[in-house]
């Protein structure tokens, strides 16, 4: 199983951007199509964006579509999530990991249940 460490989060005003970082721990990084997630406090964790093994294919969650962009570099066992147009809504811990991704679903769901600790984003209105 791969291993995936999330940063890049911190403290932005409404309208800014930030982007995201997930490293992982070698080679398996490139085996595996990959997740964003967000949680807040009290609710489960959502969807974000997914992007395929080769990073061809994204899919993105419709409250995302348009704002954040998510993308790969498998030379560097690291996938990113540039998040532009930042809305207190957006506010949420972060987490990334390795999902099942179905051309034609509307979301992939994480396909392991090792959580890591997820990088916090804040956005100030």
């Known amino acids: 199983q791969v291993q995936l460490v999330e940063s890049g989060g911190g403290l932005v005003q409404a309208g800014g951007s930030l982007r995201l970082s997930c490293a992982g721990s070698?080679?398996?990084?490139?085996?595996?199509?990959l997740g964003w997630f967000r949680q807040t406090s009290g609710k489960a964790r959502e969807f974000v964006a997914a992007i395929t093994t080769s990073g061809t294919r994204t899919m993105y969650s419709d409250s995302v579509k348009g704002r954040f962009t998510i993308s790969r570099d498998n030379t560097k066992y690291t996938m990113y999530l540039q998040m532009d147009s930042l809305k207190p809504e957006d506010t949420a811990r972060y987490y990334c990991m390795p999902v099942d991704y179905n051309d034609g679903d509307d979301q992939s769901r994480p396909s392991s249940d090792a959580w890591g600790q997820g990088t916090p984003v804040t956005v100030s209105s």
């Open positions: 070698g080679r398996p990084f490139t085996w595996y199509p």
